[in-house]
T-cell receptor, first 109, second 116 residues
Framework: DQQVKQNSPSLSVQEGRISILNCDYTNSMFDYFLWYKKYPAEGPTFLISISSIKDKNEDGRFTVFLNKSAKHLSLHIVPSQPGDSAVYFCAANYDKVIFGPGTSLSVIP | KAGVTQTPRYLIKTRGQQVTLSCSPISGHRSVSWYQQTPGQGLQFLFEYFSETQRNKGNFPGRFSGRQFSNSRSEMNVSTLELGDSALYLC???????????????FGEGSRLTVL
């Protein structure tokens, strides 16, 4: 039973445009949602998080939106840069941190 | 400040053998979590240790076990290896236990296990 879902395995975006990565979850007990970024041969690194009592959090080019009624969150990257090419994992925390399967983002110069 | 260190980085084993992986967390971090990463499955939660106690365990068979020492270093062990155990095993540390903080984890680079 996958509690955190990322239905798009991959995404390609032109440099300078917006990248939107989506994530759905099933457990309403999650109180924090996070995005991690992973380059090949490296461990995941924390990118941005949002509390379940908020609907938006922004950090530079990265913004996360949370829609609790739809159990959906999204990560917006504006503008996208080639260095953003990586696998992005959505994660949710309650009593443990559960990760989605990831979305591979390619930003094309 | 040193990051999370995992050893060994790469290892090859044969079916039926056992393996032990080691993780040294960031200094001061008392929580250590282990994850298995396979293609298409993302990061599957194995277990979390906090102050030498297992707080949580994922949906893995009993062949997967772990422990944490008083200095917060952790080991995980997989016995009777199967081909399907081939994966990247990631260790992550945090100051506090998951569920008591935001869930921000600091990951090591992982141990790549290949079972032949």
């Amino acid at each position: 039973d996958q509690q955190v879902k990322q239905n798009s395995p991959s995404l390609s975006v032109q440099e300078g445009r917006i990248s939107i990565l989506n994530c759905d979850y099933t457990n309403s007990m999650f109180d924090y949602f996070l995005w991690y970024k992973k380059y090949p041969a490296e461990g995941p690194t924390f990118l941005i998080s949002i509390s379940s009592i908020k609907d938006k959090n922004e950090d530079g080019r990265f913004t996360v939106f949370l829609n609790k009624s739809a159990k959906h969150l999204s990560l917006h990257i504006v503008p996208s840069q080639p260095g953003d090419s990586a696998v992005y994992f959505c994660a949710a925390n309650y009593d443990k941190v559960i990760f989605g399967p990831g979305t591979s983002l390619s930003v094309i110069p | 400040k040193a990051g999370v260190t995992q050893t060994p980085r790469y290892l090859i084993k044969t079916r039926g053998q056992q393996v032990t992986l080691s993780c040294s967390p960031i200094s001061g971090h008392r929580s250590v979590s282990w994850y298995q990463q396979t293609p298409g499955q993302g990061l599957q939660f194995l277990f979390e240790y906090f102050s030498e106690t297992q707080r949580n365990k994922g949906n893995f068979p009993g062949r997967f076990s772990g422990r944490q020492f008083s200095n917060s270093r952790s080991e995980m062990n997989v016995s009777t290896l199967e081909l399907g155990d081939s994966a990247l095993y990631l260790c992550a540390s945090s100051l506090a236990a998951s569920g008591t903080n935001t869930g921000e984890l600091f990951f090591g680079e992982g141990s790549r296990l290949t079972v032949l």
